[in-house]
């Protein structure tokens, strides 16, 4: 039975290799590498309020997990945050579990008063839950895109969300221009 749950504390020290494995079947040994690397900074670095996650288990084994991260709008107030990186264990992709995971987590965002949220990555599978291309100038990205077609955003207040204001920043982690 697979069990949603808001928090990663107790799974953050199998994180870092769960993510390598997921990225490295999907995507090569290299971006494994950086991913793995990604995750284990920020459990390392970044203070609680500025880092969520959910995962997905069933008895014990972790079969899928989402990092939401702060971004930071100085010339706005709301309360925005990234939702990357998204990973389901591989033998276990193509059966919802990522949708079910993204609409929880977005859900218990949403009862924490969070207004908006942010990924970027593939428009159609993340356009399943809601999510919309947003253009640069809707919300300024912390680095230049490498492919802008994948900034993609959702209103979590349940009104039409107008831009937002000014230069973001994004948490240390995210920090690096091979991420955009």
Do not use: H
């Not at 971004?71 to 033998?91: E, Y």
């Not at 107008?162 to 091979?178: E, L, Q």
């Amino acid at each position: 039975m697979i069990e949603l749950s808001f928090g990663y504390k107790n799974q953050s020290s199998r994180l870092p290799d769960f993510f390598y494995d997921v990225f490295s079947a999907s995507e090569g040994a290299e971006e494994g590498r950086a991913i793995q690397s990604l995750i284990r900074e920020l459990l390392k670095t970044e203070p609680d309020q500025d880092l969520q996650g959910c995962v997905a288990t069933d008895g014990g084994d972790l079969l899928g997990c989402i990092i939401f991260s702060r971004l930071t709008f100085d010339q706005d107030p709301r309360r925005v945050f990234l939702m990357s990186p998204v990973a389901v264990r591989t033998d276990r992709q193509q059966g919802g579990i990522g949708q079910k995971l993204i609409t929880f987590g977005l859900d218990q965002l949403r009862a924490k008063g969070v207004d908006f949220a942010i990924t970027y990555g593939d428009p159609s599978y993340y356009g399943k839950t809601g999510f919309l291309p947003i253009s640069e100038a809707f919300a300024q990205p912390p680095m230049p895109l490498s492919q802008p077609i994948g900034w993609l955003g959702q209103s979590l207040s349940g009104s039409q969300a107008d831009p937002i204001v000014g230069p973001s920043r994004c948490v240390s982690a995210f920090d690096r221009p091979d991420l955009w």
